[in-house]
C-alpha cells in the first residue's frame, strides 16, 4: 500500500479536519497526562511516604478517599492534572460516540438529536467532574 | 456520510475484514466500554453508592480492562501511523506488535485482578 502524504493545506479546513486534529491531539494529550500522572505519583509517594495507589485513588476519587498528600501545592497540582485528564477523555469521547452514532442513526433528526443530547451530556459530565475533583 | 446503508447487520458481521476490521470493531466496542466507563465514573463522584460498588466489582474491572486497554493500545498504533504516514506501508506488522503489546499488558493487568478478587 502506498503511503499517504497529504499536506494540511491540501486538506483544508472543514468540520472533519478540525475533529480529526481535536480527536488526535486529545489522545495525545490523555498519553502524556497518564505518563506524567504516572511518574508524578511516584515521585510525591516517594517524597510523602504514601502508597502510590492511594495517591492515585484519591486523586480520582476525592469525595471517596483522604488526601494522602501534605503539601497544597501537591494536592493542586494533582487536581489539575486529573481535571485535565477528564476533559481530555470527554473530548475525546464525544467525537467517538458521534462518529458511531452518525454510522446506525440515518435520519438528519435522529443525527441532529443524538449529537444535542451527547454535546449537552459531555458539558454537564465535564462540570461536574470538575466541581467534585476540585472542591472535595 | 450517506443516509442509506446498503449492507444489513448480518452481512456485516460476516464480513471477513481479517486483522484490521478485528482491529476496527474491538476499537469501537471499546470506546463505547469506556463512554460507560466514564458514566459510572462521573455518577460515583456524585455519590452514588451502587456505581462505586459497580467500580470496586472484580469482574467489571475485568471487562473494562480488556476492552479498554484495546482501544488504549489500538488507538495509539493509529495516531502513531496518522501522524507517521510513511509507516501506514507497514500496518499489518504494526498490527502484529499491537497484538503482542496487548496480550502482555492485559495479561498482567487480568493477573492482578484476579489475583485480588482471590484474596492473594
Known amino acids: 500500500m502506498a503511503a499517504r502524504t497529504l499536506s494540511i493545506k491540501k486538506r483544508g479546513f472543514t468540520f472533519e479536519v478540525f475533529m480529526w486534529a481535536f480527536t488526535r491531539f486529545t489522545v495525545i494529550a490523555m498519553y502524556g497526562l497518564i505518563l506524567a500522572g504516572i511518574l508524578g505519583a511516584l515521585s510525591l509517594s516517594a517524597q510523602t511516604g504514601a502508597n502510590f495507589g492511594d495517591i492515585l485513588y484519591w486523586a480520582f476519587f476525592p469525595n471517596l478517599a483522604e488526601n494522602p498528600l501534605g503539601q497544597v501545592w501537591m494536592t493542586v497540582l494533582a487536581k489539575l492534572m486529573v481535571i485535565a485528564f477528564v476533559l481530555s477523555a470527554c473530548g475525546h469521547g464525544v467525537h467517538g460516540v458521534l462518529e458511531i452514532l452518525d454510522d446506525y442513526f440515518t435520519s438528519h433528526l435522529a443525527r441532529r438529536w443524538s449529537r444535542n443530547f451527547i454535546i449537552t451530556y459531555a458539558v454537564v459530565a465535564s462540570l461536574i467532574a470538575m466541581y467534585v475533583i476540585w472542591t472535595k | ?120
Open chain 2, 1 to 120: 456520510m450517506g443516509l442509506k446503508r446498503n449492507v444489513s447487520l448480518s452481512t456485516a458481521l460476516g464480513y471477513k475484514g481479517q486483522g484490521p476490521y478485528l482491529t476496527f470493531i474491538l476499537h469501537r466496542i471499546g470506546g463505547s466500554a469506556l463512554f460507560i466507563l466514564f458514566t459510572v465514573y462521573i455518577l460515583s463522584l456524585l455519590g452514588v453508592d451502587s456505581m462505586h460498588a459497580l467500580l470496586s466489582n472484580w469482574l467489571f474491572q475485568v471487562v473494562f480492562l480488556v476492552f479498554g486497554l484495546f482501544h488504549a493500545i489500538n488507538g495509539l498504533r493509529i495516531t502513531i501511523l496518522d501522524l507517521s504516514p510513511k509507516l501506514i506501508e507497514h500496518f499489518r506488522t504494526a498490527i502484529n506488535i499491537e497484538w503482542v503489546v496487548y496480550v502482555l499488558v492485559a495479561g498482567f493487568a487480568l493477573f492482578v485482578i484476579l489475583r485480588n478478587a482471590m484474596g492473594g
